[in-house]
Nanobody, 121 residues
Framework: QVQLVESGGGLVQAGGSLRLSCAAS????????MGWFRQTPGKEREFVAT????????IYADSVKGRLTISRDNAKNTVYLQMNSLSPDDTAVYFC??????????????WGQGTQVTVSS
């Protein structure tokens, strides 16, 4: 059974930082590209970043370029999202996903349950 478990969310002031983690089990982690998405109430889940299977290549949404960094450790079956210079617009539930190497959520096979990030002004 595939499980993706996010952690590291919380409340932070604007300008602050958080590091999200997503631990994967039940799949051959290094065979999957990994992605981060986020969602706010009443809105569609939006793409944040994706990383290739070997961690060499990354793609970011324009809104997070230069502030958020995706990385992975295949030895630990974990993908990370380092979040710097946070603003209230970054407030959302953040989800990790396995599969896509894409900004399209439909191309991902597995999803975590999400972790809440709240940025106060």
């Amino acid at each position: 059974q595939v499980q993706l478990v996010e952690s590291g969310g919380g409340l932070v002031q604007a300008g602050g930082s958080l590091r999200l983690s997503c631990a994967a089990s039940g799949l051959t982690f290094s065979s999957y590209a990994m992605g981060w998405f986020r969602q706010t109430p009443g809105k569609e889940r939006e793409f944040v970043a994706t990383i290739s299977r070997n961690g060499v290549d990354t793609i970011y949404a324009d809104s997070v370029k230069g502030r958020l960094t995706i990385s992975r450790d295949n030895a630990k079956n974990t993908v990370y999202l380092q979040m710097n210079s946070l603003s209230p617009d970054d407030t959302a539930v953040y989800f990790c996903a396995a599969g896509g190497w894409s900004s399209r959520r439909q191309l991902y096979d597995y999803w975590g349950q999400g972790t809440q990030v709240t940025v106060s002004s």
